[in-house]
């Protein structure tokens, strides 16, 4: 159980263009899902937290406008890169909680901004 | 801000050598999480510590929780190139209320046959 999955797993994109990336828990309903960014041999950034329902609390120095952010049901949850840019690329990954503390992580998306 | 710092950043072993990376985090957590991230791959849960001086073990890892809370560090015995990938260690965000993670920069091991 506890599976995360990310969709699409790598896309490439035109600067100025906006893309979105899905992140669903299949077999749990996940209470808080998080969008974490990681760029080549570093650690795990967090973005922001989404909770169903409502707004997501976003880190400072994430631009909120820039990473829109969508929880639409307990085990569904949207990241759309607007406007990207090639300092945008990345390698972005979701998780999802299920109400204890550990995080169950999808298999990440690779972002590349041409 | 909140940090957690650890320590090595890479950590190079021949196969059935022992490795050890150790965190640290500028306040006292309430849990230290620690997950491993195969080569291209995604992050997965090893285990969370809550307890003072909490001692947990896994097969060949073992997993410590500092007596203050504030430390953490995780032991590997006799590697295997499986164990190949990065060890991050992850406490408690400001807003763990929420379960949100501050994640430690990572001890990539790799492991010479």
């Known amino acids: 159980g506890a599976v995360v999955s990310q969709h699409p797993s790598r896309v490439i994109c035109k600067s100025g263009t906006s893309v979105k990336i899905e992140c669903r828990s299949l077999?749990?309903?996940?209470?808080?899902m998080f969008w974490y960014r990681q760029f080549p041999k570093q650690s795990l950034m967090l973005m922001a937290t989404?909770?169903?329902?409502?707004?997501?609390?976003?880190e400072q120095g994430v631009e909120k406008d820039k990473f829109l952010i969508n929880h639409a049901s307990l085990t569904l949850s949207t990241l759309t890169v607007t406007s990207a840019h090639p300092e945008d690329s990345s390698f972005y990954i979701c998780?999802?909680?299920?109400?204890?503390?550990?995080?169950?992580f999808g298999p990440g998306t690779r972002l590349t901004v041409l | 801000g909140q940090q957690v710092m650890q320590i090595p950043q890479y950590q190079h072993v021949q196969e059935g050598e022992d490795f050890t990376t150790y965190c640290n985090s500028s306040?006292?957590?309430?849990?230290i999480q620690w997950y491993k991230q195969r080569p291209g791959g995604h992050p997965v849960f090893l285990i969370q510590?809550?307890?003072?001086?909490e001692v947990k073990k896994q097969k060949r890892l073992t997993f410590q929780f500092g007596e203050a809370k504030k430390n953490s560090s995780l032991h590997i015995t006799a590697t295997q190139t499986t164990d190949v990938g990065t060890y991050f260690c992850?406490?408690?965000?400001?807003?763990?209320?929420?379960?949100?993670?501050?994640f430690g920069k990572g001890t990539k091991l790799s492991v010479k046959p």
């Open positions: 998780s999802a909680s299920r109400g204890r503390n550990e995080q169950f």
């Open positions: 077999d749990f309903q996940a209470t808080t």
């Open positions: 989404s909770n169903e329902g409502s707004k997501a609390t976003y």
């Open positions: 306040t006292t957590l309430s849990n």
């Open positions: 510590l809550v307890k003072s001086g």
């Open positions: 992850a406490g408690p965000g400001y807003g763990g209320s929420q379960g949100n993670l501050i």
